[in-house]
């Protein structure tokens, strides 16, 4: 079977996701649940206009037109599996489902209690009323609106008077849609639904009527289909999904969904960033220190399994002071770090002073230079003695890694209040357990779920225990995030980690590895989005998030300082993880590398990058995304896990060499420019711009 799958961005996957972990509607609570429901309507409504366009016939020719940029023998499969699509049937499909979404969306809202529903109903308003909208897609929040309406008034037994705002935003509708069809009626029966409602709000129909009125572009709107296609679509590829089956993907350079694009509203002048919100650096032990050879990266390196021994790293455990005075210099308040299990407890049960003396002047140095530190308890390093005891599948391991948990955050706790268990789970679950090109170097997949399974579990004990030394602490663990820009092939980027040569050779490889990933992250993220659904425990105070870069899949994983730099999927990422989780978000890490010191083949600055993300945080804050605080990585360049070629510092350090001194990169002076405006402003953001694109 040939399918065509429509890659919009990592945003929709990620709602799509979303939606997935909001199926079970027995313990959806529904606040979430509705929101979710919306943004998956949008989804679905942006899939259906996509269908309308490829239904017609006239489309083959803009078909034609994406494939002849390619080269043969990509052009003869594009146009084979094209051939082999069935968009009428595609199409009907896609507009059921669009009804399918509202009639869904409709009766969520009016199971709710008459409070919740009339905020909901209120919120649903201010979202309908966006003027920038283009006119099909008017169209989907028009049909959304009427149904929502027609489901009040159903409901007008017990409240005869629908919310206002949902009133004002159908009015505005209404008239916003006569303006673009000027002389012309509306095109559909619900679309002069939506219209003669705003003046007669006695209109009395069945829910189930209005659900089922969909507005549908009519044939007269192929034009205008067209123009909202290529505003949208940004390439036709051939790919395989992870079982093999042929897939025709469009790639959407943007999410093509209802929501305002963000280039449609100016970043403020003044920045929308709350006191006490965390600007900082980070980095981590076993990059950062200096020699560790209790690690099981020293085992790695030992190995032959690295590029480039580990030497002395930039020297962290001699300069840290230095660099907190570096990060204090820039005017931020934040700084990241790990512990290294094995400079504490080098030897099962015996604990080294001088390891715990070296974390309590670091931490208390920061604070001593108005710094909060913020700290990883496992950042893809622990004891080697850990991993010859069973490691964290048995029950010795666990017990080992309570007692650690226990007691740093005593020892710590009252230095530090932010706390990340682990650094990037599924990560260290396919680098070091699947491909084996991370420590510990495994490739045995049934590991690697299992290892997954005990983090879940460490995740949670260690959550209690931090709480249970220290109540004011938060904690959380990190996640690895990106936009990818191939369909459902998603999953396979966290087999970037390591070096391109490690990834997986073949096509059937990359697939098994996207599946387990799949199930990882499923198993991963499940867990913890249904403890929040069942309103039991909960496990996390905020939720973070590395974000570093767009991938475009298939294409080949690249070396760090090829990353593409993609500012917009940081909002995206930050919006979606807020919707999945309902927590505030921490942006734990965020950089550029470069190739050594040389300048990149993009263009691309870690000036420009950084002040360009920070101008997303800012559009989200702006959007009312509860974004924590911004952590760049790094403070210094260090060991990027087997190599010193990328480079990510603030500070440039010739690790490999070992000549420490921290050279300040161009990126010092922005960073410290928006730090002390409080946010990007427009001089800032015409002072660092993005390289122009390129053909
Ligand atoms: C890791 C860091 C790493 C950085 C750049 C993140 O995935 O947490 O340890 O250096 O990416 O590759």
Same mark, same amino acid.
């Given at each position: 079977?040939?399918?065509? =799958? ?111 529903? @009339? ?42 008077? $629908? ?19 000027? %002389?012309?009626? $509306?095109?559909?029966? @619900? ?14 129909? @069945? ?49 093509? %969904? ?12 003044? +920045?929308?960033?709350?006191? &006490? ?27 032959? #399994? ?25 005017? =931020? ?75 740093? +955050? ?30 510990? &170097?495994? #490739? ?20 209690? /225990? /931090?709480? %249970? ?32 040569? +490690? !990834? ?9 590895? +996207? ?59 930050? #919006? ?54 911004? /952590? ?28 420490? !001194?921290?050279?300040?990169?161009? @990126? ?10 409080? &946010? ?16």
């Amino acid at each position: 079977m040939v399918l065509l =799958l429509v890659a919009v961005g990592f945003g929709c996957l990620m709602i799509e996701r979303g939606a997935w972990a909001t199926t079970d509607e027995t313990c959806a609570s529904p606040p979430s649940t509705w929101r979710e429901r919306l943004a998956a309507f949008e989804t679905v409504w942006a899939t259906h206009l996509t269908w309308r366009f490829l239904a017609d016939p006239r489309a083959g020719r803009d078909v034609w037109e994406w494939m002849n940029r390619h080269q043969e023998p990509v052009r003869s499969l594009i146009a084979s599996q094209w051939r082999a699509t069935r968009p009428t049937e595609h199409s009907l499909r896609a507009t059921a489902e669009v009804e399918r979404r509202i009639d869904d969306l409709c009766r969520q809202i009016a199971g709710l209690a008459p409070a919740a529903r @009339a905020a909901a109903l209120e919120e649903i308003g201010r979202w309908a009323d966006w003027p920038g909208r283009a006119p099909l897609e008017a169209r989907g929040v028009a049909a959304l609106v009427a149904a929502l309406t027609a489901h009040e008034q159903a409901a007008a037994l017990h409240d005869p008077h $629908p919310p206002a705002e949902l009133v004002r935003a159908r009015a505005a509708l209404a008239a916003r849609w006569r303006e673009q069809r000027p %002389g012309r009626a $509306p095109a559909s029966q @619900a679309a002069n639904q939506a219209t003669n409602q705003v003046t007669n709000q006695t209109t009395n129909q @069945a829910t189930s009527q209005a659900a089922s009125r969909v507005v549908r572009p009519s044939d007269g709107d192929f034009p205008a289909l067209r123009a909202w296609f290529r505003g949208h679509c940004r390439s036709i590829e051939p790919a395989r999904t992870p079982d093999g089956t042929p897939v025709f993907l469009m790639v959407f350079g943007r999410r093509p %969904g209802l929501l305002p694009d963000h280039d449609e509203k100016p970043t403020p002048p003044r +920045s929308a960033f709350p006191p &006490g919100f965390l600007w900082g650096v980070s980095t981590a032990g076993y990059q950062y220190e200096g020699p560790n050879p209790g690690s099981i990266w020293a085992t790695h390196e030992q190995a032959g #399994k690295t590029a480039e021994p580990l030497r002395r790293a930039a020297d962290g455990l001699h300069r840290f002071e230095e660099d907190i005075k570096l990060a204090a210099g820039m005017g =931020l308040n934040a700084f990241r770090t790990s512990i290294e299990w094995s400079r504490i407890e080098p030897q099962p049960g015996v604990i080294d002073p001088a390891g715990v003396a070296y974390y309590r002047r670091f931490f208390t140095t920061m604070r001593q230079h108005g710094l909060t530190p913020v700290v990883t308890l496992i950042h893809f390093s622990w004891p080697q003695w850990f991993e010859d005891l069973g490691g964290w599948t048995s029950e010795a391991g666990v017990r080992a890694f309570v007692r650690y948990v226990d007691f740093v +955050s005593r020892e710590f706790g009252p230095l530090v209040d932010w706390w990340l268990t682990f650094n990037e789970p599924p990560v260290v679950f396919i680098a070091g357990y699947v491909l084996g090109i991370s420590a510990p &170097g495994q #490739k045995n997949p049934l590991q690697a779920l299992a290892v997954c399974r005990a983090w879940i579990r460490c995740h949670k004990l260690a959550y209690r /225990i /931090i709480h %249970g030394n220290d109540p004011v602490a938060r904690v959380s663990w990190n996640n690895y995030t990106g936009t990818y820009q191939f369909g459902n092939l998603f999953q396979i980027h966290l087999s970037v980690e390591g070096t391109a040569g +490690s !990834t997986p050779a073949t096509a059937s490889e990359a697939a098994s590895v +996207s599946r387990l990933q799949r199930e990882i992250e499923d198993h991963w993220l499940a867990d913890e989005l249904a403890q929040r659904r069942s309103g039991r425990q909960r496990y996390l105070d905020y939720i973070g998030i590395d974000y570093y870069c767009r991938w475009r899949l298939p294409g080949g994983f690249t070396e760090a300082y090829s990353w593409e730099p993609y500012p917009e999927g940081l909002y995206d990422t930050l #919006k979606n993880y807020h919707r999945w989780f309902r927590l505030p978000v921490l942006i734990a890490e965020n950089g550029l590398a470069t190739r050594d010191l040389a300048p990149r083949a993009d263009g691309w600055t870690r000036e420009a990058f950084l002040v360009q993300h920070i101008k997303q945080v800012q559009r989200a804050l702006r959007d009312g995304i509860p974004v924590l605080g911004y /952590i760049h990585w790094s403070i210094t360049d260090n060991y990027e896990w087997g190599s010193y070629t990328p480079r990510f510092g603030l500070y440039s350090v010739d690790c490999r060499r070992e000549d420490f !001194t921290r050279v300040p990169t161009p @990126a010092v002076e922005a960073y410290r420019r928006v730090v002390a405006a409080g &946010g990007v402003t427009p001089d800032l953001e015409a002072a660092y711009p993005p390289p122009p694109p390129r053909p």
